[in-house]
C-alpha cells in the first residue's frame, strides 16, 4: 500500500470514509470541488484548517485508489 500519512480512516469519523488528518473533510469532498473547477488557493480559503499538501495528497490517493483492483468474494 502507498503512504499516505495524511489521509485516515476511522469508522466514528465520517463513517471510515478517507478524511484529511482524522478532521470531517473527506477525501471525495475535496476532490469533488477540484472536479467542479474550484482552485487549490479557492479551497484553502474556504477550509483554513487545510493545507495544500492535504490536497496534493488527496490527488495522489485519488490516483492509487484508481489503480486497485476490486475483486468481489466468492461465496460458496
Same mark, same amino acid.
Request: charged share 25%; proline share 5%; net charge negative.
Given at each position: 500500500?502507498?503512504?499516505?500519512?495524511?489521509?485516515?480512516?476511522?469508522? =466514528? /469519523?465520517?463513517?471510515?470514509?478517507?478524511?484529511?488528518?482524522?478532521?470531517? /473533510?473527506?477525501?471525495?469532498? /475535496? =476532490?469533488?470541488?477540484?472536479?467542479?473547477?474550484?482552485?487549490? +488557493?479557492?479551497? =484553502?480559503?474556504?477550509?483554513?484548517?487545510?493545507?495544500?499538501?492535504?490536497?496534493?495528497?488527496?490527488?495522489?490517493?485519488?490516483?492509487?485508489?484508481? +489503480?486497485?483492483?476490486?475483486?468481489?468474494?466468492?461465496?460458496?
Amino acid at each position: 500500500m502507498a503512504q499516505f500519512d495524511r489521509i485516515t480512516f476511522d469508522p =466514528l /469519523v465520517m463513517g471510515g470514509k478517507p478524511c484529511i488528518r482524522g478532521q470531517r /473533510v473527506t477525501v471525495g469532498m /475535496v =476532490l469533488g470541488l477540484l472536479a467542479a473547477g474550484r482552485t487549490h +488557493e479557492e479551497i =484553502l480559503k474556504a477550509y483554513p484548517y487545510l493545507e495544500a499538501q492535504d490536497i496534493d495528497q488527496c490527488l495522489m490517493y485519488a490516483a492509487w485508489r484508481m +489503480e486497485e483492483r476490486d475483486l468481489p468474494l466468492i461465496t460458496a
